[in-house]
């Protein structure tokens, strides 16, 4: 499975962004996707989950501003990054968890840059 992820780039403090995702295997069921960022020299953090029947989940840092959104159909899955601040820069990462034996599997990652 391969994690196509887009829709990053630079945005001003207080604006919006919306990015994609799609694993490139539609024959493997898909239990969760989700969102993670990374900053350099930090640790990757979750920014936002979502299971296959729709229970979400987002960090504290993000809640009320973003949501995230799942295409089952197509094993895809949004994140709608409403009033973005300096700190929601970082690099996005995709992901997936596979119900075969749990397998993970991660995007390369979208840059979300958030200009003051």
């Known amino acids: 499975v391969q994690l196509q992820a887009s829709g990053g780039g630079l945005v001003q403090a207080g604006g919006s962004l919306r990015l994609s995702c799609e694993a490139s295997?539609?024959?493997?069921?898909?239990?969760?996707m989700a969102w993670y960022r990374q900053t350099p020299g930090e640790e990757r953090e979750l920014v936002a989950s979502i299971t296959k029947d729709g229970r979400t989940d987002y960090s504290d840092a993000v809640k009320d501003r973003f949501a995230i959104s799942r295409d089952n159909g197509r094993n895809r899955v949004y994140l709608q990054m409403d009033l973005l601040k300096v700190d929601d820069t970082a690099v996005y990462l995709c992901?997936?968890?596979?119900?075969?034996?749990?397998?993970?599997?991660w995007g390369r990652g979208t840059l979300v840059t958030v200009s003051s």
């Open positions: 295997e539609g024959r493997v069921t898909i239990i969760k």
């Open positions: 992901y997936a968890k596979a119900l075969f034996f749990g397998q993970e599997f």
